[in-house]
């Protein structure tokens, strides 16, 4: 069937041209000279499209524009006018048009602007039937997925979320360690209490302590009141310490007292406070190897891995790409306060073709640039930024590592190798320096 177009403009002449144009590229045309008749028109003609004029008696283009996006939201909108000007665009384009033409006209862009505008109607109602005909049985607040180990995973959330026990989740970086963490505490019974995340790689080991434990006034230089730790403002909720794998031994065997006695020592402070808060711990790093090296300690490791939940890579999941990526732009769409954008089958196929190193958080990142890039209501995979643009990019984070590790360097020769010093000139925790030394091959 032919697609239907609503054609607007106040000049006769180019109103009769443009229509003669679109019929012969195979269109149905309806025609309006002014953006009020356009209105009264528009639920009489459906149009798969509208053409319109900026500059008209009356309403103009960019107020018929907003017109329609109230009424036939599905509807694009493509607008021209004959003044050239950039803050013209720039509305126009903020208001939502799905692209824009100067005049005088040329046909061949004009047939090019609005096969696209066609083509990505078309995909977004072939992807809006797939979301209603596809079915999403297995999620849980922000876990998405269908694939055998994350239902694997939702079971052992289910399960957890009936327990106190504490829990350790491993997985690459931006898998989704501290969403699983969330779901736990957020369908249990203890729901209402808080949920108290810790990056324990965010702060220097003293404040480090100071921060979960509290501190009493006078405990250190700056300490100039009592202060409630993190486990006291959790109440009977949820610690969520992430990046266990990156502490020391001594702040270590701090963690492992409270798990063994309940209790919380404040810096400085000369009685413990009972807890009753649940912690769940999570690391990208192997802690068996970890412990094998003696840099964790094996006694706490089996205090917190009374259940281990294990999250596969993005890469071994395939199945889940489409299903996520519906997820992430709806979350991202309702963010930006944007209409939510459609996945053709070009991009979906481009999003399985991709390694996603960086996992969920990548995925998310990538899709949340395409929302803000796409126009038309549709992301196509030039949106996405994946191809030479991800190698270049690849690139800037390579050159970033490399004057990361010379900055490194530089510090630990100017404090004659002395790590402790280091971490302290560097304004980081020493787990945290180990960790850039590891990553940059630093003797």
Not at 115 to 131: F, I, T
Not at 220 to 234: I, K, N, Q, S
Not at 382 to 394: F, I, N, T
Not at 395 to 408: K, N, P, T
Request: proline content about 5%; charged content about 30%.
């Amino acid at each position: 069937m032919a697609r239907r177009v609503l054609l607007v403009d106040d000049d006769a002449t180019v109103l009769n041209s443009l229509a003669g144009a679109l019929a012969d590229i195979g269109l149905e045309v309806a025609a309006a000279e002014s953006a009020e008749t356009a209105l009264g028109k528009l639920a009489e003609v459906a149009p798969d499209l509208v053409l319109s004029d900026i500059r008209m008696p009356g309403l103009d283009g960019i107020e018929l524009l907003k017109l329609v996006r109230e009424r036939a939201p599905s509807v694009d909108v493509v607008l021209m006018t004959a003044y050239d000007d950039m803050p013209t665009v720039v509305r126009a384009m903020r208001e939502g048009a799905f692209d824009f033409l100067v005049k005088p006209i040329n046909l061949d862009e004009l047939e090019e602007v609005l096969g696209k505008a066609l083509r990505d109607r078309r995909a977004r109602e072939a992807a809006r039937r797939a979301v209603e005909d596809e079915a999403e049985p297995y999620r849980l607040d922000e876990l998405v997925g269908k694939d055998p180990q994350m239902i694997g995973v939702f079971k052992l959330v289910g399960q957890l979320a009936a327990s106190r026990v504490n829990v350790l989740v491993r997985g690459a970086s931006g898998t989704g360690k501290e969403m699983v963490a969330r779901a736990i505490h957020f369908n249990s019974a203890d729901a209402d209490e808080p949920f108290v995340p810790v990056n324990c790689t965010a702060l220097p080991e003293t404040l480090l302590e100071s921060e979960l434990f509290g501190h009493v006034r006078g405990a250190f230089t700056g300490a100039v009141g009592d202060r409630r730790g993190r486990f006291a403002l959790a109440g009977r909720g949820t610690i969520f310490l992430d990046e266990i794998g990156e502490t020391s031994s001594e702040f270590q065997v701090k963690i492992l007292r409270v798990l063994e006695d309940g209790e919380v020592h404040p810096v400085g402070g000369e009685k413990p406070e009972h807890t009753e808060a649940r912690v769940i711990a999570a690391t990208n790093r192997d802690l068996d190897s970890l412990v094998e090296e003696g840099r964790f300690r094996e006694d706490l490791y089996y205090r917190l891995k009374v259940v281990e939940i294990v999250l596969p890579p993005l890469r071994e999941r395939p199945t889940d790409i489409p299903l996520l990526a519906r997820h992430l732009v709806r979350k991202a769409s309702q963010r930006l306060h944007q209409t939510e954008p459609a996945l053709p089958d070009s991009t979906v196929e481009a999003l399985l073709e991709h390694d996603w190193p960086g996992n969920v958080r990548e995925l998310e990142n990538c899709l949340t640039r395409a929302i803000a890039l796409s126009t038309g209501g549709v992301i196509r995979p030039e949106h996405l930024g994946l191809g030479r643009g991800a190698e270049q990019q690849a690139g800037v984070f390579r050159a970033l590592d490399d004057v990361e590790a010379e900055h490194v360097r530089r510090v630990l020769f100017g404090v004659g190798g002395n790590k402790a010093k280091a971490a302290r000139v560097l304004g980081i925790s020493k787990p945290r320096l180990y960790r850039l030394l590891e990553k940059h091959g630093i003797e």
